[in-house]
């Protein structure tokens, strides 16, 4: 026993040395160095943190992707306003066939807003909305077209208050008109919508209702999910900005919808890699949450930007493209109703296209 004692005390003394050599340095230092000391230890930390969470999702990226995870012809198109206001032709929907011709695309979101701020739709904002639906259920009658609605939202902008009721009802009037023009469905992109909005869910059940009852579609455009679990709500209070939700406010947008769009772009990824492995984990992520039922579409970036939260040589497709595959292939590789959506017409190129079809479509 009291050899153990002594054996106690040894140990003890040798790892108690080190620590006090460090507090007798301490307090030899001046202020200034302490406090530059503090200060590399603030910002190595969170760095470093950092540094494992760019680590994991860059890891996501290995690994290639079966061929079994490729198009299953349900992805869609985001297009632009011009196509309802006037400015589009009869050239233009046949361009339009040439360009989706062998291709994935089932869907096209179509601008038809935007919704003013009470949630009214005024029809002089899309004169020829008509004329677009008829056109192309001739040009191209294997697709469907769907009425893309949307608006800014409070609290963080000034705009439409979807917990108002009057609102509410005024948006689903607005869903209505579009289907009366001849649209196969509604597709709503509100932006940005916090996780909790009780507004938001009532919304989608009541445009649900009045969707089924013309044996329509309802689709919706939502943000990213939370790579960290509360990443939201630190962002919410950090910076004033909702740019995802948590798994649990997905899920309980999808189940209330037919169709859902992860717009996975704009993601403050800085290289191919980066993105791709982001890429790879959103879409995991969001098979998870989608019920199985449920049509989920990840966005692809058919655009180039170069700023903080969009780096235009990290953003590609092929990349965008090569992340959806592994998370398809690791998380649910046999599921049917998935597929990819492009944002957007106006500004993709052709690389962007040939890019889509290389990594999506013409998977040997």
Same mark, same amino acid.
């Given at each position: 026993?009291? /050899?153990? @004692?002594? $054996?106690?005390? @040894?140990?003890?003394?040798?790892?108690?040395? #080190?620590?006090?050599?460090?507090?007798?340095?301490? /307090?030899?230092?001046?202020? +200034?160095?302490?406090?530059?000391?503090?200060?590399?230890?603030?910002? =190595?930390?969170?760095?470093?943190?950092?540094? $494992? &969470?760019?680590?994991?999702?860059?890891?996501?990226?290995?690994?290639?992707?079966?061929?079994? =995870?490729?198009t299953r012809g349900r992805d869609a198109v985001w297009l632009g306003h011009a196509w309802v206001d006037g400015r589009k032709t009869e050239a233009d929907v046949a361009a339009l066939a040439r360009q989706l011709a062998g291709t994935g695309v089932r869907d096209l979101y179509v601008h038809t807003g935007p919704l003013e701020h009470d949630g009214s739709l005024p029809p002089a904002v899309h004169p020829r909305a008509r004329w677009f639906t008829d056109t192309v259920h001739r040009a191209l009658p294997q697709v469907r077209l769907q009425?893309?609605?949307? !608006?800014?939202?409070?609290?963080?902008?000034?705009?439409? !208050?979807?917990?108002?009721?009057?609102? @509410?009802?005024?948006?689903?009037?607005?869903?209505?008109? &579009?289907?009366?023009?001849?649209? *196969?469905? &509604?597709?709503?992109?509100?932006?940005?919508?916090?996780?909790? $909005?009780?507004? +938001?869910?009532?919304?989608?059940?009541?445009?649900?209702?009045?969707?089924?009852?013309?044996?329509?579609?309802?689709?919706?455009?939502?943000?990213?999910?939370?790579?960290?679990?509360?990443?939201?709500?630190?962002?919410?209070?950090?910076?004033?900005?909702?740019?995802?939700?948590?798994?649990?406010?997905?899920?309980?947008?999808? @189940?209330?919808?037919?169709?859902?769009?992860?717009?996975?772009?704009?993601? $403050?990824?800085?290289?191919?890699?980066?993105?791709?492995?982001?890429?790879?984990?959103?879409?995991?992520?969001?098979?998870?949450?989608?019920?199985? *039922?449920? !049509?989920?579409?990840?966005?692809?970036?058919?655009?180039?930007? *170069?700023?903080?939260?969009?780096?235009?040589?990290?953003?590609?497709?092929?990349? =965008?493209?090569?992340?959806?595959?592994?998370?398809?292939?690791?998380? *649910?590789?046999?599921?049917?109703?998935?597929?990819?959506?492009?944002?957007?017409?106006?500004?993709?190129? #052709?690389?962007?296209?040939?890019?889509?079809?290389?990594?999506?479509? !013409?998977?040997?």
């Amino acid at each position: 026993m009291a /050899r153990f @004692r002594m $054996s106690a005390r @040894r140990v003890g003394r040798a790892m108690t040395t #080190p620590a006090r050599a460090f507090r007798d340095k301490w /307090r030899g230092w001046s202020w +200034w160095r302490r406090a530059l000391l503090a200060l590399g230890l603030a910002v =190595a930390v969170p760095v470093a943190a950092l540094g $494992s &969470v760019f680590v994991a999702i860059r890891l996501h990226y290995v690994g290639d992707p079966s061929p079994e =995870a490729r198009t299953r012809g349900r992805d869609a198109v985001w297009l632009g306003h011009a196509w309802v206001d006037g400015r589009k032709t009869e050239a233009d929907v046949a361009a339009l066939a040439r360009q989706l011709a062998g291709t994935g695309v089932r869907d096209l979101y179509v601008h038809t807003g935007p919704l003013e701020h009470d949630g009214s739709l005024p029809p002089a904002v899309h004169p020829r909305a008509r004329w677009f639906t008829d056109t192309v259920h001739r040009a191209l009658p294997q697709v469907r077209l769907q009425g893309w609605l949307g !608006d800014e939202v409070k609290p963080e902008r000034d705009a439409l !208050d979807l917990e108002d009721a009057p609102t @509410r009802e005024r948006v689903t009037a607005s869903a209505r008109q &579009v289907l009366d023009q001849g649209f *196969d469905g &509604v597709h709503f992109d509100m932006e940005p919508i916090r996780p909790g $909005s009780a507004g +938001w869910l009532t919304l989608l059940d009541q445009v649900r209702a009045v969707t089924a009852g013309h044996g329509a579609k309802l689709s919706v455009a939502a943000p990213q999910i939370d790579p960290l679990p509360g990443l939201h709500t630190a962002g919410i209070l950090l910076t004033g900005h909702g740019k995802w939700w948590d798994q649990a406010y997905f899920t309980e947008t999808a @189940r209330r919808v037919d169709q859902i769009a992860v717009m996975t772009y704009d993601s $403050s990824m800085p290289t191919e890699p980066l993105f791709g492995g982001y890429n790879a984990l959103q879409t995991e992520l969001a098979l998870k949450a989608t019920p199985a *039922d449920v !049509d989920l579409l990840m966005g692809l970036p058919f655009y180039w930007d *170069d700023k903080w939260g969009h780096w235009g040589d990290a953003e590609t497709v092929a990349a =965008a493209v090569r992340g959806v595959r592994l998370g398809l292939d690791r998380q *649910d590789r046999r599921r049917q109703n998935f597929g990819v959506a492009l944002y957007v017409d106006f500004a993709a190129t #052709p690389e962007n296209w040939a890019a889509y079809r290389e990594g999506w479509v !013409d998977v040997s």
